[in-house]
């Protein structure tokens, strides 16, 4: 979200199964629907559209790691089971959640997006969620009969979303929330699943991020809404509906780094994406890192017997800055990179002057050392 994205080329088969999804829920909270009638059979005729051979398989598959060893079937048979008024609670928070793109339309007044255990009992969420997070965990695995378009296909699973997504965002070559690296990338869901199964194979809550990002240390499963107030994402950037770019400027101040935003409409925004996933802190890690690249620049330069002076230095941090901008999306930490060559342009800046130092210093020991 620090960069522009496009959501996935496979959005059209993802919403694919967020239909499939909606169509079972529909038919399983039915009242007139007990648990027994819920049968390969059943589930064949609720889905008369789809070749029943997979309909079948569906049916019978289960988690091989963990210790939920529930069916597909399994898990649709204790929906059924729960009381009806836990079943129209169910439909009624799915239906709710499946808007939540309409909330970041300021034209639009979708009901608010709530976590299942803020919306359901706690016999309902358990139920609710081992069905629908089973669509990720199982199915999507297994594969689902669709191609990437969302026409009739086979074997659609959690690889092509990820082919897909880098496809669609063809000149992004770092992840979107740091701008570092994406070794180990992983696709992420922005809403955690968790917490809203519903949307786990939703193409707007799927993103690739990297794996440190991902982690519990960083955004992993932390909310990134306010569940209780009447807007919930007001406060919230978005990897495809709200996008952070140019919306805050990297202050450095005694080798910290900060995130200030731009306007006062993003001040909340961006201090929540700070910490979600502990951009300041990351980035002054990184900042160290950047400026010591920038001195090797240097020596490389007083090595090859071209001079630094301090006029020389300035025009050589704005043609530095100026590459690393063109940079920007393909090469990790670019963003970072220009943030500290733009204050070391600055020849008044506390940069410019340790770098002058560093460049003075440099040149001396170079003469000491091929004196004659």
């Known amino acids: 979200m620090l960069h522009r994205l496009e959501v996935a080329d496979c959005r059209l088969a993802l919403e694919w199964i967020v239909k499939l999804q909606t169509k079972l829920m529909t038919a399983l909270c039915d009242p007139k629907i007990q648990a027994p009638d819920i049968t390969a059979a059943w589930a064949q005729n609720v889905l008369p559209d789809i070749e029943s051979d997979w309909v079948s398989r569906y049916c019978g598959w289960y988690r091989t790691k963990g210790t939920n060893k ?4 399994e898990r649709m048979k ?14 009624v928070h799915l239906k709710d959640n499946l808007e939540f793109c309409l909330a970041f339309d300021p034209a639009a007044h979708p009901p608010a997006t709530r976590p299942r255990d803020k919306a359901l009992s706690k016999k309902a969420s358990d139920v609710y969620r081992e069905l629908l997070e089973a669509f990720y965990l199982i199915a999507l695995n297994n594969g689902f009969p669709v191609k990437a378009d969302g026409s009739a296909g ?54 690739e991020i990297c794996a440190a990002c991902n982690g519990t240390e960083n955004k992993g499963s932390k909310p990134v809404l306010n569940a209780e107030a009447l807007e919930p994402f007001a406060d919230w950037f978005h990897p495809y509906l709200r996008s952070a770019h140019d919306t805050f400027a990297v202050t450095i101040a005694k080798g910290m780094v900060s995130l200030d935003a731009l306007d006062p409409v993003n001040r909340r925004r961006v201090e929540n994406l700070d910490c979600l996933v502990n951009l300041g802190s990351r980035w002054t890690n990184e900042y160290r890192t950047q400026f010591q690249r920038v001195q090797e620049k240097i020596r490389c330069r007083i090595g090859r017997r071209q001079q630094v002076s301090a006029g020389t230095l ?7 800055r100026e590459d690393a901008r063109a940079q920007i999306g393909l090469m990790p930490n670019a963003m970072m990179e220009v943030a500290l060559l733009s204050i070391a342009c600055d020849t008044r800046s506390h940069v410019f002057e340790e ?12 003469l000491s050392d091929n004196l004659v």
């Open 314 to 320: 300035e025009t050589l941090l704005i043609d530095w």
């Open 154 to 207: 086979k074997d659609f699973k959690h690889a092509d979303v990820v082919t897909t997504a880098q496809a669609a965002n063809p000149k992004l070559k770092v992840c979107p929330l740091c701008d570092g690296g994406k070794d180990g990338s992983e696709l992420d869901h922005w809403l955690p699943k968790e917490n809203f199964p519903e949307l786990c194979c939703h193409p707007y809550n799927l993103v």
């Open 78 to 91: 204790a929906l059924a089971a729960l009381p009806t008024v836990d079943r129209h609670q169910c439909l």
């Open 70 to 73: 529930h069916s597909m079937l």
């Open 355 to 366: 770098l002058s130092i560093y460049a003075d210093e440099e040149h001396c020991a170079f």
